[in-house]
């Protein structure tokens, strides 16, 4: 059964936005009365029968709806440095979708050498990986930020950060499963001195992600891997 | 400094590939005397001062070697069925390189749509993963195998594979970071029942990679990093 995303599935029929019902009639090319599952991207599911109303123009009379609950306690989330290359920092939210990311805030640092993120396409990409994967909750896409706005922002009490240099209790030591986290991930050239301090005095603590040199994706993914699987479900 | 890969670094002098030569001297146009790094890809790097002898011929003369052991007391072996989508895959082996894979067989199974790769291409990823990461460990790259031929070759003892019907016990359960393990990830599709009970016959074990469906690559990296991580040094 195909998949459509819709923010909200409270009434009896639904409108698919422009994009999901020309997705849904031009490519896929489905026929009046097909059942569909939906998604809202925040714990609602539901099943219904597609009705046609136009060339991109179709609703959905819902007949089934199933709200789930978060498959996780804890929450994770990534702040993340964005990359010289794009489809790698697209990569890194595609992964960190399928593997149960809460919530991810692109992170300008010093080292950064990308401001400026197209965030509709993001967004797409965070919405076609959580229909992909069957998730039904999608992340939070925060705008692009500096440190000192996150850092006076709502955080957990559980604040890591990934920083290459030095010795660092490994992520397996550090990380508790039980708590909401937020983790930092540099930019290719990492953190700063003058922001690992910053980071440090806003508790947060320096964790290694093992001996080798991991690209700033891979660090996120990574780390998004491991706090999800050690909650294991 | 710039690292470059070859795979015997025995002698004083050592030649580096067309390839490699070329790199350092058209692209990155290195001058004579420049002091560079060298991997050889089964745990020893060198430094010494590159001699420029031709437009793409240059060699090295070693003025200091290293011999590393490897960093992980159990090895990763991962096979996994090749994607669709090529770039997907060689992401996968960027990664897995990254996070510490000792083996990668591109596994064939029933539903794996693409037979062909272009080895040459892939061993290139690896090879500028390892460099990239700074390891000293280049993985194995195996040629493409069904799984009869891979089940009548040596493999350790810890035998795992990712499946997504059924219930299974999370990886975080099942896997034993004190052995070597080889751990079989399936196409979009999955493996068949069939192949899911030759697996089991062959002392295999099914384990969870948690309730999301997951990417072929997406698995494959997930669970290198488990692995990796849970070694955590």
Chains 1, 2 share one sequence.
Not at 47 to 73: C, F, M, W, Y
Not at 86 to 108: A, H, N, Q, S, Y
Not at 170 to 187: A, F, H, R, T
Request: charged content about 25%.
């Amino acid at each position: 059964m195909h998949n459509f995303f819709l923010p909200d599935l409270s009434s009896a029929v639904v409108q698919l936005s422009e994009e999901e019902a020309g997705h849904a009639l031009r490519v896929l090319r489905l026929p009046e009365g097909e059942q569909v599952a939906l998604v809202d991207g925040k714990g609602t599911t539901a099943v219904g029968h597609l009705r046609v109303l136009g060339k991109s123009d179709a609703n959905v009379q819902i007949t089934e709806r199933k709200i789930h609950t978060p498959e996780r306690a804890a929450r994770i989330h990534m702040a993340c440095a964005p990359t010289k290359q794009m489809d790698r920092f697209e990569w890194m939210l595609e992964k960190c979708t399928e593997l149960g990311v809460d919530r991810i805030t692109p992170l300008l640092t010093s080292r950064t050498e990308r401001a400026h993120l197209r965030m509709d396409r993001l967004r797409k990409v965070l919405v076609s990986a959580m229909k992909q994967s069957q998730r039904t909750w999608l992340p939070t896409l925060d705008e692009p930020t500096t440190i000192h706005p996150l850092l006076s922002g709502h955080l957990p009490a559980q604040r890591l950060f990934g920083w290459c240099s030095g010795k660092h209790e490994p992520i397996k030591q550090v990380y508790n499963k039980e708590q909401d986290v937020v983790m930092l991930i540099g930019p290719e050239g990492d953190f700063t001195e003058d922001e690992s301090t910053l980071l440090r005095e806003h508790a947060f603590r320096a964790t290694s992600l093992g001996h080798a040199r991991l690209r700033t994706e891979t660090a996120a993914v990574a780390s998004c891997t491991w706090m999800n699987f050690a909650q294991g479900t």
